[in-house]
């Protein structure tokens, strides 16, 4: 796990898949955006907190409930989970499926824990100066994550490099949301998958999405992985098109 600090308490951890989560160093918490694969990524950040003296309460938030990022919430069996309401139905809906599907990253024994401190719009720990907010786009329960001390914003897959997954069938919102941060007062901008991220990017994304959104061909040299996700995204735009009828 390499460690990277991006503020006066506000750290990017990203393990050996090139996945970083966000830990923030509060006066009375020690926040967890997101929790990997498992338990055993878990261990990693426990020893981290520990190295640094570190006995305050741990508190949890899931950026969105793809299996990438919920499976190590049960390494925290007591701790408050904060994430968008949709997420826990979500979560219940997908879960199981997800376990097994993708059993072959299962990081440790995992058993799925759901989010039990959810919001609509938004929620702040006001003491801390943390803000979580409602952000669909990449998924339905898409959240981000506020650090307004350091300026930092954790966006979860929200942004990507060179492209985003299309999880969620309206993309016009996910446009209005990536717009939202494009304009959000921060000063750093970290992504689940493609480490810090700016302004230019989050516009190469929006341009993606707008493409697929009105069909038209999209002018961007893909690798053969991303190739891949390209055509997801099309089948995806087929599929909710087809439900939406």
């Known amino acids: 796990m390499r460690i990277n600090q991006l503020g006066s308490r506000s750290f990017a951890l990203t393990f050996e898949d090139d996945m970083s989560i966000f830990l923030i160093l509060g006066d009375k918490y020690s926040l967890i955006c997101d929790t990997h694969l498992g338990p055993e990524s878990m261990e990693e950040v426990k020893a981290y907190l520990t190295a640094l003296g570190r006995n305050k309460e741990i508190i949890l938030f899931n950026s969105h409930t793809d299996w990438d990022h919920v499976w190590g919430n049960c390494a925290f069996p007591d701790a408050k989970i904060i994430a968008h309401t949709t997420a826990r139905t979500r979560l219940q809906e997908i879960g199981e499926y997800e376990l097994k599907e993708h059993k072959e990253f299962h990081k440790g024994v995992i058993s799925l824990k759901l989010p039990n401190l959810t919001f609509t719009d938004k929620l702040s720990l006001e003491e801390e100066n943390i803000h979580f907010i409602y952000a669909p786009g990449h998924t339905v329960d898409s959240s981000i994550c506020f650090d307004e001390r350091d300026s930092c914003l954790f966006v979860g897959d929200l942004v990507e490099k060179p492209i985003p997954y299309l999880d969620y069938f309206d993309l016009e919102t996910y446009i209005r949301t990536l717009e939202f941060i494009k304009s959000f007062p921060a000063k750093t901008l970290l992504s689940s998958h493609s480490y810090?991220?700016?302004?230019?990017?989050?516009?190469?994304?929006?341009?993606?999405?707008?493409?697929?959104?009105?069909d038209k061909?999209?002018?961007?040299?893909?690798?053969?992985?991303?190739?891949?996700?390209?055509?997801?995204?099309?089948?995806?735009?087929?599929?909710?098109?087809?439900?939406?009828?």
């Not at 810090?196 to 009105?214: F, M, Q, R």
Request: no cysteine.
């Open 196 to 214: 810090l991220v700016d302004k230019a990017l989050i516009e190469d994304n929006i341009a993606y999405i707008e493409g697929v959104l009105h």
């Open 217 to 245: 061909p999209v002018e961007l040299e893909l690798d053969e992985y991303y190739g891949k996700v390209h055509q997801y995204n099309l089948n995806k735009r087929l599929l909710f098109q087809k439900g939406l009828k």
